[in-house]
């Protein structure tokens, strides 16, 4: 781990970096029983390249000891990895996300800031469901063919790919159920945000197969960005 100083060819640290390196010794001296996060709206360049040892759980990344760096995905503009077990846990059963969703309430500018951040969480969530479980169905198929071409390992190949489309489909019902849970708590047309978080909300739809509720937020996004013209 390489740390990144401040002030280009001057490489200085400043006090908060100071203390954060001081932090992680401690930690680390106690064999890391105690965790230590950053929030997810702290600005990247306080990380200090910390950002491949990055776990987000929620709306906040916990520093770990493992070094495992974060997917590569256009759309997402967070640092780090996801835990998806822990973080859907927190994002539908734990946090709560009150009166965002009654119309006529006022939301100032750090309210929208708020939202969108939340916007931003749960479909990175969402990004991450789909992605992965992409990836392992372009694996069962690739199993299915050698399982059709008469592979000698057909039964082991078949016993993995049953359980993979269990755990493809699993994958999926969570990440509808992110997008169902996103727009029910907090509904764009209530609080909205940025027209790229409405397109990022119509990438998802359409991930998830729904072409209706896509084509909806592209068309949402689109007026948005001419009233704005």
């Not at 509904?187 to 990438?203: C, D, M, Q, S």
Request: no cysteine; hydrophobic share 40%.
């Amino acid at each position: 781990w390489k740390i990144n100083t401040r002030g280009g060819q001057s490489r200085y640290l400043e006090l908060k970096d100071v203390l954060l390196l001081n932090l992680l010794e401690n930690t680390a001296n106690q064999g890391w029983e105690r965790p230590i996060y950053f929030a997810n709206t702290v600005t990247p360049s306080n990380f200090l390249k910390l950002d491949p040892f990055l776990r987000q759980e929620g709306l906040a990344y916990r520093i770990l000891p493992v070094k495992k760096p974060g997917f590569s995905d256009r759309f997402d503009q967070f640092s780090g990895n996801i835990d998806k077990g822990r973080m859907y846990d927190n994002l539908m059963n734990k946090f709560r996300f009150r009166n965002l969703n009654k119309p006529g309430t006022y939301f100032d500018e750090n309210i929208i800031r708020m939202v969108s951040n939340y916007h931003n969480t749960f479909h990175r969530l969402i990004g991450s469901y789909i992605r992965d479980a992409d990836q392992l169905q372009r694996g069962i198929s690739s199993m299915e063919s050698q399982i059709a071409g008469g592979s000698p390992a057909a039964d082991s190949l078949q016993a993995i790919v049953d359980n993979n489309k269990v755990v493809v489909a699993d994958y999926r019902s969570k990440a509808a159920n992110l997008a169902a849970a996103a727009e029910e708590k907090f509904p764009i047309e209530i609080a909205t945000p940025e027209p790229y978080l409405i397109v990022r909300t119509a990438i998802s739809w359409n991930q998830l197969g729904d072409k209706e509720k896509a084509d909806k937020y592209f068309n949402m996004a689109k007026d948005r960005v001419i009233q704005s013209l």
